[in-house]
Structure formats: C-alpha cells, structure tokens
C-alpha cells in the first residue's frame, strides 16, 4: 500500500507530530510492504496523476487540501485527516470558526480519520458521525532497557551525593491560541522549589522554542525562583537533558485543548532514563505507576534508591508501552486499520466538475499560495468582495452606483462555463486586456443579486456584519451562473462565522425560501 502523508509545509517536517509519529512509524510500515512518503502541499502538482492509494492530510487547513482532497476521492484513493489537536469540537470558540468550516468541508471525501488518544475520539464522534476513526498512538523511539536503568542509577547516585536535583523541562513554550508550555512551568513551578525541603538543591534545565522566549516568556521564567539554564530546543538537546535529569516536569492545566493531548512527552521522557513528575491534569494517567504525581513521593524514593523508574522496572514498562507505544504494534494496526477500508471505486465527476475542477470563492483571508494554486487548476476562481485586491481572478464583483447593485466581471474562462440562459446578458468590457465580459447586476435574478458591498477602507466590524449574509448571496448566485458545479470556499480568517445554531447541511446550500437563513460553509453543492 502506498500511503502519501500531505504536510502543511516544508517546514512541518520537523514539527514534534511528524517526526513522533510518522518518521518512527516508516520503518515498521516498509517491513509490511507498505511505503510512506511526506509531501509538502506546495510541492504537489494538481495537474498530476494520483501515485497513492491512502492519502493523509496534516494540519492542512485551507483550499488546497479541499480541492485535492476532492480530486483523490474522485480518483478512488482513501483521504484520510490526522487530527492531532483539538480545535474543531469547541464551538463555542470564535477563533476557530474556519477550521470547524473545513472540516464540514472536508468531511464529504473522508474514508477515516486519525487522532492520538481515545478523548479526542470520542469528540471527535459527534463532528465526524460516520467515518472512521482510528487511533493512533505516538510510538517511542527506541527502548533500551539497559540504558535505561543505568542513566536511571548514574543520576540518582549523583543526587545523592551532591543534594544537586537536575530537573528538565522541554517542549513548545507559548501557542498563539492558548496558555501552555511555559504558563504550565510557572504555574506548577512550587514542585520545583519543594525540592528544598529535603535537602536538595533544584536545578532546573529549560529547552524550548525562540519564539516563547519573549520578553513576556522570561519574565515567567524569572518568576520560578530556582536557579535555571535556559537553551533553544532542539532533538538532540532534548535527548540529553532526558538523560542527564533525575526527573522531567511535564504540568497540564486542565483546560479543554489539554486534556485530550497525546501522551508522547511522558513516553519520550521514560524512554530516555528519567522519571517523570507531573502536576495538575492526570494526562498520563495510562503511564501509572511509572507517574510521580506529588514531589515528595519522588523525593522519598530517590532517599530510598527506589525510584519508579529502574532497573528492576523496565520489564514491566516494557508490558505498559506495548499497549500505546510500540511502534511495531501502532504499524501493524494502522496497516491492518488501512486495508480494512478496502478499495474505493473512482467516482465520475459531474461534466462540469471534469472540465473545471470547482468554483473557489474568496473571502477575506486565504493564504498567499492558495491564488497560485487554484490558478494552476482547472477551477474558477471568484472574488468575494472581501476578498484581497491584486489578483486574477475569474470573476469579480464591480459596484455600479447607478443601480445599486454588482455588476460581474467574467474572465473568457467563466464564460465558457456561464448557463446558457445567462449569456444573453453579456456586454464586452472596453479595452480589457483580458477580454473580460461583463454582466450586469440588475440583469440577474432578483434573489441572486449582490448589492455594492462594503465601502473602501471598511474596518473589520463592518465585514463581520455583512459577511455571512453577502456569502450566502454569492453561493445563491454562483448556483445560477454555473449550474451543477460544486463551490469550495477559501477563508482562513477566524472571525468569520459561517455556520448558525441548527442550520442544516451546509453542502446543500441555501434554499430559495427559508424562515431562518440557511447556513453558509466552505463547500456547497447545487
């Protein structure tokens, strides 16, 4: 089986989800006779034919995946999404409005769907009703037993003999959305300085990302009050610091984001020789007792020479990761989860879908290569009048302050595609370099026509209340012009809800007569 995972970026090769996950896996999955390359989104040419049987996306929340996505399942591939965090199920969030949109959009060519640990699942159940989930759990790196236990012993004997406690702490130090990584350090930075009580000097070793050590980021830092050594994070550090620590802290804080994250951090720690002490949320609960969960439990034991982690324990962490962390096993139940999807038939496209691809209509915010990417498929492209100035688009809405409302403008492309009755309305643009035609706002059907939308310079509250209701014109209006086509939406920009309390389906686009408005999302069928 030949598995094609789509990145988000060249760059998400290194991310800690790509690397955990996917590089660990590869070996075991090729010893099965499977293969698994990493793609990044950019480096995929939409003119190309399909290579893969099983495609998987990764954090790849924007027009690209949709119309690939589409493309795959209509060329009988398995799409699959990994979903490694949870910003699809908190619906009351306003901040992630755009990526519940995608996955509403991105739902209909789904064949399953990946997660890492069975609470996210089970959200993930009321979102995702009818597809496949399969968990996936990130597999350690290597288990060395022997290394284990001797890293374990050299440390402890250390301590001893210095009062000197080496605690490590590593990872991501800010989120652009929520409080972690080093807000958990400082808020659980008390089990560091209870070290004291005992008679041992804490010193703590903090490796984490450039981007988290701003101002804001050190002065947390300064607020622990034990002595510290700060580095930039890198794999190779991390390695070391596990080894060279008695203990690695690993808090959780027990907001929503936290609670469903993998168990992967306490794995690698355990894996590479250290205990691990972890405050607050009982994430790696499955890891009891190989889990400190109050300092002093852990300093007794050091006192003692029994730590949990040992020697004389790895066989029975051994029996524990073989469960949710070999990758030997993950390898063979994700090949055996794959092939028990069985093959998809390739699904003929609708004429028009064949000869275009799709109709992208573009709203405020969409990521710079999504307008190259679309304009190198045989899809339209259609600007909203929110949508970023400057780009070729195929269609574009022009005020007309004689009538009040938008008049289109048509590249030779949409106009190919226009419904027949529609053409009749044309009147060529003077002058245009592109030959662009144009079809007046009053021309159309009454339901169908868009008003002149936003003033110049109009700020983002001006957008917010006139967003959906302009979106779900332009759905009604593209039904008319292109008749049969499916519409995909790119926007990227979190304010913008498109999705109401009880609407229904939003791929059955808006009805010509509702007492409520119908719901507007990334994708609509007519």
């Not at 409005?97 to 699942?121: E, G, K, N, Q």
């Not at 290597?142 to 590593?170: C, K, P, S, Y």
């Not at 959906?468 to 939406?489: H, K």
Request: charged share 20%.
């Amino acid at each position: 089986m030949r598995i094609g995972v789509i990145l988000q970026s060249e760059d998400s090769r290194q991310s800690a989800g790509v690397r955990i996950r996917y590089d660990r896996l590869r070996p075991w999955l090729v010893a099965r006779g499977h293969t698994l390359d990493l793609m990044p989104i950019e480096t995929i040419d939409p003119s190309h034919p399909l290579a893969y049987e099983v495609y998987l996306f990764c954090k790849c929340h924007d027009i690209r995946s949709l119309l690939l996505a589409d493309a795959m399942k209509a060329a009988g591939a398995s799409v699959g999404i990994d979903l490694f965090d949870d910003y699809y199920t908190q619906t009351s969030n306003s901040r992630f409005v755009h990526m519940r949109d995608w996955l509403r959009a991105i739902r209909p060519d789904l064949s399953f769907a990946l997660c890492s640990t069975a609470a996210m699942r089970d959200r993930l159940d009321a979102v995702l009703s009818g597809v496949p989930l399969h968990i996936l759990n990130d597999p350690y790196e290597q288990f060395d037993a022997e290394a284990i236990g001797q890293a374990v012993a050299h440390n402890m004997d250390r301590a001893r003999q210095t009062r000197q406690l080496d605690i490590g702490w590593f990872g991501m130090g800010d989120n652009p959305h929520f409080p972690l990584g080093l807000h958990d350090l400082t808020a659980h930075g008390e089990a560091i300085r209870l070290v004291r009580r005992a008679g041992y000097r804490p010193r703590l070793t903090i490796l984490t990302n450039r981007r988290a050590l701003s101002a804001d980021g050190l002065e947390m830092i300064s607020r622990l009050g034990v002595p510290y050594r700060l580095e930039e994070w890198s794999e190779a550090l991390e390695q070391a610091l596990i080894g060279s620590s008695v203990a690695c802290l690993l808090p959780v804080n027990a907001q929503s984001f936290s609670i469903v994250k993998s168990i992967n951090r306490a794995i690698t720690t355990l894996t590479g020789g250290s205990q691990v002490l972890s405050t607050g949320f009982p994430l790696y609960a499955p890891l009891e007792p190989f889990v400190y969960r109050r300092v002093d439990a852990l300093l007794a034991d050091i006192e003692a020479g029994a730590p949990a982690l040992r020697q004389a324990t790895t066989a029975s962490l051994a029996q524990t990761l073989s469960d949710m962390a070999d990758p030997d096993i993950e390898a063979g139940r994700l090949s055996d989860f794959l092939k028990s999807l069985g093959p998809r038939p390739a699904q003929p496209r609708p004429a028009m879908a064949r000869s275009v691809g799709g109709i992208v209509l573009f709203g405020r915010q969409s990521p710079e290569p999504a307008f190259s990417y679309v304009r190198a498929t045989p899809s339209l492209s259609v600007a909203s009048p929110f949508a970023p100035p400057g780009q070729d688009y195929d269609v574009v809405f022009q005020p007309d302050p004689k009538t009040g409302y938008a008049d289109l403008l048509l590249s030779e492309r949409a106009v190919a595609h226009l419904a027949a009755d529609v053409k009749p309305f044309l009147k060529p643009v003077p002058k245009s370099p592109r030959g662009l035609r144009q079809l007046p706002g009053d021309a159309l059907p009454m339901r169908t026509r868009l008003r002149n939308g936003r003033k110049p310079n109009s700020h983002l509250s001006v957008d917010l209340s006139q967003y959906a209701d302009t979106m779900r014109t332009i759905l009604r209006l593209l039904g008319d012009l292109f008749p049969a086509a499916e519409v995909f939406v790119s926007e990227t920009g979190a304010p913008f809800t498109t999705q109401r309390p009880g609407s229904r389906d939003p791929r059955r686009g808006v009805a010509d007569s509702a007492p409520a408005s119908p719901p507007f999302s990334g994708r609509a069928t007519r």
